[in-house]
Nanobody
Framework: QVQLMESGGGSVQAGGSLRLSCAGRGVTGYTYSMYCMGWFRRAPGKEVEGVAAIDNSGRTSYADSVKGRFTISKDNAKMTLYLQMNSLKPEDTAMYYC???????????????????WGQGTQVTVSS
């Protein structure tokens, strides 16, 4: 079982940038490379929503609200998932979680129910 730990959250003004990291451990690098992974967020009073995802082949998916602003990437050698967030908006304020699932067919890469392994989250706050 892979363990995931997010970092890089913080407070930033609108228009600023943050880079989130999600370190994986507990599995081999090869196993890690086979995971499909994603970033999800939850704002107060709202349900978790998918932000970005990347599969084992590097194919990415983004929520419409973050396209052109966020970039997901995965470094298998470092077993780390990243989310580069640019042009941040107040509506991006949320707790951000990384997630993983062992290689499988995924109907919705941004679907929260598709993922089995989750980190504890890192807070992102964007002020106006």
């Amino acid at each position: 079982q892979v363990q995931l730990m997010e970092s890089g959250g913080g407070s930033v003004q609108a228009g600023g940038s943050l880079r989130l990291s999600c370190a994986g451990r507990g599995v081999t690098g090869y196993t890690y490379s086979m995971y499909c992974m994603g970033w999800f967020r939850r704002a107060p009073g709202k349900e978790v929503e998918g932000v970005a995802a990347i599969d084992n082949s590097g194919r990415t998916s983004y929520a419409d609200s973050v396209k052109g602003r966020f970039t997901i990437s995965k470094d298998n050698a470092k077993m780390t998932l990243y989310l580069q967030m640019n042009s941040l908006k107040p509506e991006d304020t949320a707790m951000y979680y990384c997630a993983a699932v062992r290689l499988r067919s995924i109907g919705n890469a941004l679907g929260v129910d598709e993922y089995n392994y989750w980190g504890q989250g890192t807070q992102v706050t964007v002020s106006s």
